[in-house]
């Protein structure tokens, strides 16, 4: 199993930045990939950004050039900074890993809450 922690979230204005952190413990070495989702009140869940193991990124579209993923492979941690902030990025952001052995299984953090103020 995956266990992952997250930190960072808060209160930013609008233009500002922000990192969040995802820290992951237990089998690590079996996580294929990890991804950010964010959900906004009313909203769907969407994907945000993903890194594989191999180190590739994807990003949803509208946020590509203002978001970056990357990982600190040494503290087992992902991280999501985000520039540019606006209101509209206001949302519950969750930490996802993807764990092939066993079995192909998804692994979520308890989310942290963004609020971009205008």
């Known amino acids: 199993q995956v266990q992952l922690v997250e930190s960072g979230g808060g209160l930013v204005q609008a233009g500002g930045s922000l990192r969040l952190s995802c820290a992951a413990s237990?089998?690590?070495?079996?996580?294929?990939?990890m991804a950010w989702y964010r959900q906004a009140p009313g909203k769907q869940r969407e994907l945000v950004a993903r890194?594989?193991?191999?180190?590739?990124?994807n990003y949803a579209d509208s946020l590509k050039g203002r978001f970056t993923i990357s990982r600190d492979n040494a503290k087992n941690t992902v991280y999501l900074q985000m520039n540019s902030l606006k209101p509209e990025d206001t949302a519950v952001y969750y930490c996802?890993?993807?764990?092939?052995?066993?079995?192909?299984?998804?692994?979520w953090g308890q989310g942290t809450q963004v609020t971009v103020s205008s």
């Open positions: 890194i594989t193991s191999g180190g590739s990124t």
């Open positions: 237990g089998n690590i070495f079996s996580i294929n990939y």
């Open positions: 996802n890993a993807e764990v092939l052995i066993p079995k192909k299984y998804g692994y």
